[in-house]
């Protein structure tokens, strides 16, 4: 472990007021009596991991969900009291909570500004009542206009605002009225996502037929079609640039100097430790994964970095007798990344950002050149234009982004790798 080596962390909250109808990611209506017991657990997670991380400075925290919002503004407090008191927080750290409208009040914002909270992330959606109800989200755009005067009102200057396209039914002149609605606000912050219908949510039973349908280039009942869904891709680049917003990742766009230090740190693999039920971690070159039953992180069940930092310093060693190529090895939930499965994961979620990989970081984390490694794959990609090199960065081109699975799935492909 290196000293002072920057750490983010991201603390889960995995409590809604009810499922939103498109929604798959691990999170559930409980009562209140549950809520406590899940925030008392994680105060003691956040106790123990925190041992194992004496050596790490924290430059971002992320409260996401779910709705923390959802929790009482007091909980909230106790939790960033729990993680100043147990990390080593950057001076300038920046903590961002996810919040859902219908669940802010002021009482509650006047908590997180004494927990340090110095960023919001707002799940709107879409600012269209007929769209949200469709996805089933318990708030209207008006409820939404309301939490955010009011955060505005209690000071918070850097504000997220999650959008999805490509709803059913949705045009892109529908689209281009939800940008235009909330650029008008001026949030520093925009991130404008395409709708997938996930298996296992009640979209999936609705939809679940028309995208296939569309997978295999027919025309969809009430999902746009592909056409339009580029249309709508190329309408929130116009509209959100012409209103002073960057693109500085495929679906993230900021105002100068507003891009979101947790989402940079990730995409240019920064350690990350996560907290709470499910959670992710990457740490160690160990990527391992918290229990996704809420009985049994009650029960006290979560990864101990103690564990995974020894069975890191075995793959290490092990690492040397290897050549560096071979596999993920597995144990349970652990995954040890090797060389190889770095560099692709560097690269994979390097090229997502819009100032691409720089060849200097790249050799100096992996003390290899980039040519050396993806010398075919480069010159294979750039005759096609899809990326582009300038002053010593890899990129994407406008037509790398439009197709970017194919470009990320290039960089995967053993056979390219000499
Ligand atoms: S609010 Fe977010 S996490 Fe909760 S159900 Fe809706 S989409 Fe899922």
Redesign the pocket.
Known sequence: MVQGQALELYLHIPF?V???R??D?L?MAAGEDVRRKYVDRLLEEIRIQSQQCKDYQVISVFVG???PSLLAGVQIWEIMEAVRSHFCLKEDVEITLEC?PGTLTAGKLSFYQSAGINRLSL?LQSADNRELQEL??IHTFEDFLESFDLARKKGFDNINIDLISSLPGQTPRDWAYTLKKVSGLRPEHISAYSLIVEEGTPFYELYGEDELRRQRGEEPYILPTEEAERDMYELTLEILESRGYRRYEISNYALPHRECRHNIGYWQLVPYLGLGLGSSSFIENVRFSNTRNLSAYLEGEFCRLTEILAYADRQCEEGHKCDGGQSCKQEGEVFYLHKRQQIEEFMFLGMRMMEGVSREKFREKFGMTLEGIYGTVLQKLQRQGLIEQCEGMVRLTREGIAVSNYVFSEFLDDSYIR
């Open positions: 809604c009810r499922k939103c498109y929604c990611f999170s969900g779910g709705t859902n799940g089933g989200r």
